[in-house]
């Protein structure tokens, strides 16, 4: 059965980076540090899947990934190249990006979420080995992405290259994500995993308040300080998290927002930038300005009204690329089986090779690759007429 507490968890996550995007709201990235949560729960269902399908599960998690950025590829792609893009091999980045690809003046800020596809196809191949050594060396190897990072911070590896700098950030959460699936943090003794939550967040904000970035506490500029205090998020919020969460389906309309952001999480996260760079310059015409509380609330609305159009037209392709039926709006109900008078029986009442009603196995959907995105920002031009997508914080 689905744990429908970690669906939550991954509803909120990306719901909060929409509105951060939104609204540049830098608390935010404090109160919620969504990427690493999303990389956490990633990481957890990668070493189910790697449990279930061994190194198989590399290509059915790249299998479920790409199809949803490769109908964003087909339409922003060719607009790029009219507007300005050259067409040089580096545009196949866009079908595979294992490495920055290109774009234009415009494009660079819109499509800037590539970066986090980057950093999962990335975590992916490195997950076999990854989970090997976790399962021989647990300690150690939770450890070696934030001594890594430390490295990069602190200057002992100043040519570091994008990938290796994102290891060192992102890495130890996908990681938590295996000590989750594995029950590591479940073990650990409240007395342990507590005070080492209460420490890294220590650390974390200490480091956040005495090297503030341009925007001040803002996670996303602070990379040392996101990786210590998001880890403490994670000890907390996921090491603790419970078995079950009935009261998530309580109420239908909770239920079906969750199951609905899950299923299409992805694609959430790949479209929410486009309407967000398209709507800032709409809004600011009629004076819904970034400081007006009601104008912040309508460009919210608006972003999430048209990823909700793009949704419901595009969104079917998680389905197939999950292996599921195509949904237009997932999370309702499914009709019962029709028996041979023709009524329907509840599903909690079908027979199997007897009178006697046994209940019917639950359906357990694979969730979505994670989602989430937090700042982008335009990156300087390579050259007059290219760009490329840098990383920008999140």
Request: aromatic share 10%; charged share 15%.
């Amino acid at each position: 059965m689905r744990n429908r507490y970690l669906d939550l968890l991954r509803a909120l996550a990306i719901v909060r980076v929409v509105v951060y995007h939104v609204t540049g709201w830098a608390s935010l990235t404090l109160v919620f540090p969504a990427m690493s949560v999303m990389f956490a729960l990633a990481g957890s269902l990668m070493a189910a899947s790697l449990d279930r399908a061994g190194p198989s599960a590399v290509r059915r998690r790249l299998r479920r990934l790409l199809p949803s950025l490769w109908v964003v590829v087909a339409v922003f792609v060719p607009a790029m190249l009219l507007t300005g893009l050259p067409l040089t091999p580096k545009v196949l980045l866009w079908v595979f990006p294992v490495a920055d690809p290109p774009a234009n003046h415009w494009g660079a800020l819109a499509l800037s979420v590539i970066w986090y596809l980057r950093d999962y196809l990335w975590f992916v191949f490195a997950s076999p080995l990854a989970l090997w050594l976790f399962r021989r060396a647990p300690w150690p190897t939770l450890l070696a992405p934030y001594a890594l990072l430390a490295a990069v911070e602190f200057g002992l590896l100043p040519a570091a290259p994008t990938v290796l700098r994102e290891f060192g950030l992102y890495f130890g959460a996908w990681l938590l994500g295996f000590a989750h699936h594995d029950g590591l943090l479940r073990r650990t003794a409240t007395r342990v995993l507590v005070p080492a939550a209460l420490a890294l967040g220590a650390a974390g904000a200490v480091w956040i308040v005495t090297h503030p970035g341009p925007r001040g506490y803002d996670l996303n500029d602070n990379p040392l300080g996101n990786a210590l205090w998001s880890a403490a998020f994670i000890l907390v919020a996921i090491g603790r998290a419970p078995a079950s969460a009935a009261w998530v389906d309580r109420t239908a309309v909770a239920a079906r927002v969750v199951t609905l952001l899950n299923r299409r999480a992805l694609t959430v996260y790949l479209w929410h930038m486009p309407f967000v760079v398209a709507i800032t310059p709409l809004v600011d015409v009629v004076g819904w300005s970034h400081q007006d509380p009601v104008g912040l609330a309508i460009r919210v609305a608006l972003v999430f009204a048209l990823v909700g159009v793009v949704t419901a037209l595009v969104g079917w392709v998680e389905d197939v690329a999950a292996g599921r039926p195509p949904e237009l709006f997932p999370g309702g109900r499914r009709p019962a089986p029709v028996t041979r008078t023709g009524g329907r029986r509840p599903a909690s009442a079908q027979v199997l090779g007897g009178s006697r009603p046994v209940p019917a196995p639950a359906a357990v959907p694979v969730s979505p690759a994670p989602a989430g995105y937090d700042r982008a920002v335009l990156p300087a031009p390579r050259a007059p007429e290219e760009h490329t997508l840098k990383l920008s914080a999140r």
